[in-house]
């Protein structure tokens, strides 16, 4: 929103002067905005650590290793080549774990 700054600003006297309807009126717009949340969609949705996932299926694409890529020794976590620190006796070591 732009401001106008040669506008005349109100003084502490005009704001305090507001009248009693438009401070009501204030206050239900503020309140209107608020969200009615269902406490038991909450609790649907809540997954608790320890449940039975036996019956949950996981599908997802696995791709293999690309030839610019390298697994860190220390985190082994597959990187791509730019993130090479280091290359010691085979041991192939990441940015973030060699800092």
């Known amino acids: 929103m732009a401001t106008d700054y040669d ?11 507001d009248s009693l309807q438009e401070l009501q009126a204030r206050r239900t717009d503020k309140s209107s905005g608020s969200i009615d949340i269902d406490e038991t969609d909450l ?3 809540l997954e608790l650590p320890g ?3 036996s019956n949950e299926e ?3 694409r696995v791709i293999p290793r690309q ?3 390298f697994t860190c020794s220390r985190c082994f976590l597959v990187h791509h080549r730019s993130q090479l ?3 010691k006796g085979g ?3 990441c940015r ?3 800092a």
């Open 43 to 45: 609790a649907e949705s």
């Open 7 to 17: 506008s005349p600003r109100k003084t502490d006297d005009d704001l305090n002067e």
């Open 85 to 87: 620190a280091s290359d």
């Open 91 to 93: 041991q192939q070591i």
């Open 96 to 98: 973030e774990c060699a």
């Open 58 to 60: 996981l599908s997802l």
């Open 51 to 53: 449940a039975d996932l």
């Open 67 to 69: 030839a610019d890529e």
